[in-house]
């Protein structure tokens, strides 16, 4: 049997006219770009790649993983799909906009560190700002409620449980300081 | 490094747990982490070179066919597109990849197929672009002929077959073969009470680690430099393979480390990304990264792991004490075998367990089939072995009506026969197995749990308890990948695994430490490292820095595998730390005017023994060693810096008839897993209700971290044991592809592992350390099986198949209702 493996389209058919550009504003840790992307490009290739924050990972870009996890708008949501065209007037929060200063982590990270919730790293901004949000809508939450929470992020290094423990002690400490 | 082949004489006795040190023991916070916290880690993909292009890589959609022709002239008039390299045009201008396998012209493994694809996913082309969603756009425009063949996918079948092969020249889907026997293992079953046999299937699983494999080529036209950043590949000292595949000189060629998201071994091995960056940067002059998507890494990553079918068994006498073990072995290597049978090697390193068990016999046949090749995960071999093992004694245990933990006390090797050759030679350097048995039941309240368990199978509840006692051996010799030939087959008898490491005090007294393999991979190197010199010379981890070097002109290092890397840092820095000490010594001596034998080291400085107001601390003896020559010692070299090569801490060679295979894999923990699960019968689920790990890995550095690697490997052993499956159809075609159907485990999926520690030093590592890093994933498997079979003794059911998926939960149900 022979079988070719067709190619998909045509060189007219890609689009490359720069006219479908689209103009987009958006605001990431407070600070607001314009930018021109085409109506394909993805979020997270806006956040990484045009605006240089790069701690904002993929590990999966299919949706799943939840590695990629960006606050918009105050709801986290998976930047691998998202396109860049849907976060036009939002407001966009990514690890780097966590930490109020350069010397200070916030508690959830503070938290992550001392209870190593964390090990290559690579989970851990989606799994900060997962966290983050977590606790804004329950500040006290219980061991279960939070391995439920988490449940929508991947993490292969830690099997969770220290996550779980950085989680409860970062609660502790927030409900100390409000 | 002994390299002797007589026994252990030069093992020292154990040493009782030290526990006057400073920072080896305590829970420190890691110096990695306050960057990855802020997403400041610079992970490969983070990195962006002036000027760099994208690459992605068209794969063969058919298991078996051979490449007819590919046309690539619409791709490269695509937009952005500066270059595609199809599969026969690399034969033509690159090497084959590094493959230590046997007879590797015979299944020549290249970056990219040149005549036949042998698996779904083998690349036939590279499309490079200036970014990567032009290269995917132009990779859709290249026309590939194919002339599609009969795929070889069932490894038993492809064992026998001789007219379809994956590769031609190799004349059979055989790579390897052998039967080794050790000890009188005829005598040992003729003389035993019963033997008890299984069949058991060890699925194919896989690392995946959330960071795929990446690389950014960097070469220089001008001066034939190739600069590869990479994240995978750790071993330095043979690095001079990827240089062999490139075509440049191996002094020309500098691989650079970078921190990683994750590996579990799956980085190890990983020449192709490298390798396909690099060429495609000789090509185009340019810079030019290449990461795999999820899908590249699960179809072409080079990482699976094993995937074996094993006829086991065990003789045994009536009173439950063990005699003799055979295992037969069919292993599905998938297209190529590029370390060999390296990990059945690994797992001889421990095929008896903790047991003592006087004869055994061990046959391998490594089959090659249309699948992505194996590669490490984890355990690398001996996950699958410590699970056969572990599932063939619980076999035993019920047909002799013993309980599980007490047929396993009464053959655990006991604490005075240590140092202990197991019958294939390995020894174990030290142990005491029976406390963390005791340990563990006790955490666990065993009979507690065996009396709440049938109170709630009263109520109809499917409660199972699963017991393993299980080892990890740590610090793997170079032995392994070749004793399965014979002497005058192998070309090069390696038997160095070294570590490296380079070390300077500056002027103030800051204690910097280089480190020439050791990519981060979450396994804490820079804070192991930075533990281990601030033990040395009295400074806070936090203060010492860390660097990694790139391979040229770098110390020979082999880097994290093998559950290695603690014990040989401990050793590296070990060592370099005392020449620097020695020196500072001198100059000490010299100022002071007093004999060095006078002198001690206390807190950070050296003094007059017992003499505390004379101490010179390490920044004063170092502003004199940097700018006071003529304080120092005639001789005496300014500055304070020392380079150690560590290497493999006990080391014998195999007997050159391979009756012994002598000691490689030395270093040899212990552990005891205990877990309560119940069992849906309608559904299939298992419900982990309780999970107890107690570990002995000799002396413990940073015990917050080591259980970290304990509930993070167990986490992985559930995935193993429950979940995770590489599946493949009877055409060949991959099931899985996303983290959507192979199911790595969520948060709700894995146990909260209570932790327990016993603390057995290594008679022949610096501190006393032995590796860990695998330890959970080479027990969960074995635990989770026995609690299933427990929970559903009524229906009959063993588990022999992983992973105990909820339909194979349900189906054995339904089997053994009839
Ligand atoms: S990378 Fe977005 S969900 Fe995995
Ligand atoms: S810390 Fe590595 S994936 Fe979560």
Redesign the pocket.
């Known amino acids: 049997m022979t079988a070719t493996h067709e190619s998909a389209a045509g060189l007219g058919e890609i689009d490359t006219d720069p006219a479908a550009l689209h103009p987009i504003t958006i605001t990431v840790n407070g600070t607001t770009h314009r930018l021109a992307v085409e109506g394909r490009r993805l979020l997270v290739d806006v956040l990484r790649q045009d605006l240089r924050l790069t701690g904002t990972h993929?590990?999966?870009?299919?949706?799943?993983?939840?590695?990629?996890t960006v606050r918009l708008n105050g709801a986290t949501v998976?930047?691998?799909?998202t396109l860049a065209v849907q976060a036009d007037g939002a407001e966009v929060r990514t690890i780097e906009g966590v930490a109020p200063d350069a010397r200070t982590l916030h508690p959830i990270q503070q938290a992550f560190w001392e209870k190593q919730g964390l090990q290559c790293g690579f989970c851990t901004p989606g799994m900060v700002l997962r966290v983050q949000e977590i606790l804004e809508q329950n500040p006290c939450p219980t061991r279960a409620q939070v391995r439920e929470g988490i449940s929508s992020n991947l993490c292969r290094c830690t099997g969770y449980q220290f996550i779980v423990d950085a989680t409860v002690e970062a609660a502790e400490r927030m409900a100390e300081g409000s | 490094m002994s390299q002797t082949t007589d026994s252990h004489a030069d093992v020292p006795a154990p040493m009782a747990p030290h526990k006057d040190m400073k920072w080896i023991g305590k829970s420190v916070k890691r110096v990695e982490d306050p960057k990855l916290l802020r997403g400041l880690g610079r992970y490969i993909d983070d990195v962006v070179l002036p000027g760099m292009l994208h690459a992605a890589v068209l794969r063969s959609p058919h298991a078996h066919a051979r490449i007819v022709s590919v046309d690539a002239e619409r791709a490269r008039r695509a937009p952005g597109v500066v270059a595609v390299l199809t599969g026969p045009e690399a034969a033509e201008q690159f090497g084959p990849l590094p493959d230590s396998g046997p007879a590797p012209d015979k299944h020549v493994w290249r970056v990219l197929a040149a005549d036949k694809v042998h698996y779904v996913g083998e690349g036939v082309a590279v499309v490079v672009a200036e970014n990567r969603y032009q290269a995917e756009d132009a990779r859709t425009l290249i026309d590939v002929t194919y002339d599609v063949l009969e795929p070889v996918v069932d490894p038993i079948a492809a064992a026998e077959d001789t007219g379809n092969l994956v590769h031609e020249a190799l004349g059979t889907n055989v790579a390897y073969e052998r039967t080794f026997t050790f000890g009188d293992v005829a005598h040992d079953f003729a003389d035993a009470d019963l033997v008890v046999r299984d069949r058991l299937r060890w699925g194919r699983q896989t690392a995946h680690p959330l960071d795929t494999t990446a690389a950014i080529g960097d070469y220089d036209a001008g001066t034939g430099e190739m600069v590869v950043h990479t994240n995978s590949i750790s071993m330095t000292w043979l690095a001079f393979g990827a240089a062999v595949a490139l075509g440049i000189p191996s002094n020309k060629l500098d691989l650079r480390p970078y921190i990683s998201g994750g590996s579990f071994g799956s980085k190890q091995f990983c020449w192709r990304s490298t390798v396909t960056a690099a060429m495609m940067s000789k090509i185009t002059g340019r810079p030019v990264k290449y990461v795999e998507d999820r899908l590249d890494h699960q179809l072409n990553g080079d990482q699976h792991g094993s995937d074996r079918y094993y006829d086991v068994e065990l003789a045994l006498m009536r009173d439950g004490t063990f005699r003799s073990l055979k295992i037969d072995c069919v292993d599905d290597y998938g297209a190529y075998i590029q370390f060999g049978v390296g990990s059945h090697g690994n797992a001889l390193a421990q095929v008896t367990g903790p047991y003592r068990i006087t004869s055994t016999e061990y046959r391998v046949r490594a089959v090659l089939t249309n699948k992505t090749q194996q590669g490490a995960y984890r355990g690398f071999g001996a996950d699958a072995g410590n699970w056969a093992l572990e599932r063939i004694v619980d076999k035993a245990a019920a047909e002799l009506g013993l309980d599980p933990a007490d047929i396993r006390r009464r053959n655990l090797i006991p604490p005075d026969a240590f140092p202990y050759h197991i019958p294939s030679g390995n020894m174990y350097d030290s142990g005491n197995y029976e406390p963390v048995l005791d340990h563990a039941l006790q955490r666990f309240d065993y009979d507690g749990w065996r009396r709440k368990q049938e109170a709630m199978r009263a109520e109809g509840r499917k409660i199972g308890i699963g017991v393993v006692t299980a080892n990890e051996r740590s610090v793997y010799g170079a032995t392994e990948f070749w004793f399965w030939f014979d002497d005058k087959d192998v070309p090069v008898k390696t038997t160095s695994t070294p570590e490296g490491v380079s070390m300077t005090v500056d002027t103030v007294g800051a204690v910097t430490v280089t480190l020439y393999s050791t990519p981060f991979w979450g396994n804490s190197s820079d804070t192991v490292a930075a533990m281990l010199a601030a033990e040395e010379f009295d400074v806070d981890p936090a203060d010492v820095s860390v660097v990694h070097h790139g391979t040229k002109g770098g110390l020979p290092a082999a880097g994290p595998g093998g559950s290695r890397l603690t014990v040989m840092l401990a050793g590296a820095i070990t060592g370099a730390s005392k020449k620097i000490k020695d020196k500072l010594r001198r100059i000490a001596a010299h100022d002071m005017e007093v004999d060095e034998a006078d002198l001690e080291w206390v807190d950070g400085g050296y003094q007059v023994r017992g003499a505390e107001d004379s101490r010179r601390s390490i920044g004063d003896l170092a502003m004199l060693a940097y700018l006071v020559k003529t304080a120092l010692p005639d001789g005496e070299e300014s500055g304070l810096a020392a380079d150690f090569v560590y290497d493999h801490p006990h080391l014998t060679m195999p007997k050159p008839d391979r009756s012994d295979l002598g000691s490689f894999y030395p270093c040899v923990g212990h552990a005891c897993h205990l877990v309560a699960v119940e069992v849906d019968e309608e559904t299939g689920s298992v419900d982990i209700l309780d999970y107890v790990a107690v570990h002995d890995s000799g002396t413990l550095v940073n015990p917050r971290s080591y259980d970290g690697q304990i509930v993070g490997g167990t986490a992985q052993g559930v995935g193993t044991a429950l979940a995770e499956e590489m599946t493949y159809d009877a055409a060949g075609n991959p099931l899985v592809g996303t983290f959507w159907d192979y199911l790595i485990p969520t948060a709700l999926d894995v146990p909260e592992v209570n932790f327990g520690h016993e603390e057995t030093p290594s008679p022949i590592t610096a501190h006393g350390i032995k590796g860990g890093g695998e330890a959970g994933r080479l027990m969960a498997p074995g635990a989770l099986s026995a609690a299933i079979d427990d929970a559903l003794r009524d229906h009959g059911v063993r588990v022999t198949e992983l992973p105990a998926t909820p339909e194979r939960i349900v189906g054995w149900i339904q089997g053994h209702r009839g």
């Open positions: 993929t590990g999966c870009d299919q949706g799943v993983c939840g590695v990629c998976r930047s691998c799909i």
